[in-house]
């Protein structure tokens, strides 16, 4: 097991479109494993390998309070989005920023799992916002990119001043 370094907004590396998974081999096994040991470290409810970069379809997700439901979605594909749901967002990407994004409240995504098999999962309330913010990152969109031009200029400037400050 192994942690991976988590890329920060404004990484360009983060706007990448990450490519399907044709075969879950021991290696994804090995990445998934390392991807939820990153998560649990941070801490944090969802990363997708974009995240750590990697550019394949692959991200995980825990929202349960005692860190015991981890899921894998491989190739995570939405099939349904049903009503709205506005929350506050943050992500491990963009560190110390918050703010509330409009998202479905329901979904049914379809994906493989860690065994090969394929699956479909019915989601509501949180689970469901982070599996869209987590397949976000796949397409190569960060949530602050929801916010107005002024906010995300504003939060560009404020992580680029923090990394330079952590040379
Ligand atoms: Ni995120």
Not at 78 to 83: N, P, S
Not at 97 to 111: C, N, P, W
Request: with cysteine; net charge neutral; glycine share 4%.
């Amino acid at each position: 097991m192994a942690l991976l370094k988590i890329l920060h907004y404004p990484d360009p590396r983060l706007h990448t479109v990450a490519k399907p998974v044709t075969e879950v081999t021991a290696e994804i096994r090995q990445l998934a494993a390392d991807m939820a040991e990153t998560m649990y470290a941070a801490p944090g409810i969802g990363l997708a390998a974009t995240q750590i970069d990697r550019h394949i379809r692959m991200l995980v997700v825990d929202v349960s309070e005692e860190k015991n439901s981890l899921l894998t979605l491989i190739n995570p594909r939405l099939l349904l989005k049903e009503g709205e749901s506005v929350r506050e967002e943050g992500c491990l990407s963009v560190p110390g920023i918050y703010d509330k994004v409009t998202r479905a409240e329901h979904i049914r995504v379809q994906a493989t799992h860690l065994d090969g098999k394929i699956f479909e999962l019915d989601a509501t309330g949180l689970l469901a916002i982070c599996i869209q913010h987590e397949i976000d990152h796949l397409d190569g969109k960060v949530f602050v990119e929801y916010l107005s031009r002024l906010k995300q200029a504003r939060i560009k400037r404020k992580l680029t001043k923090q990394a330079l400050e952590a040379m």
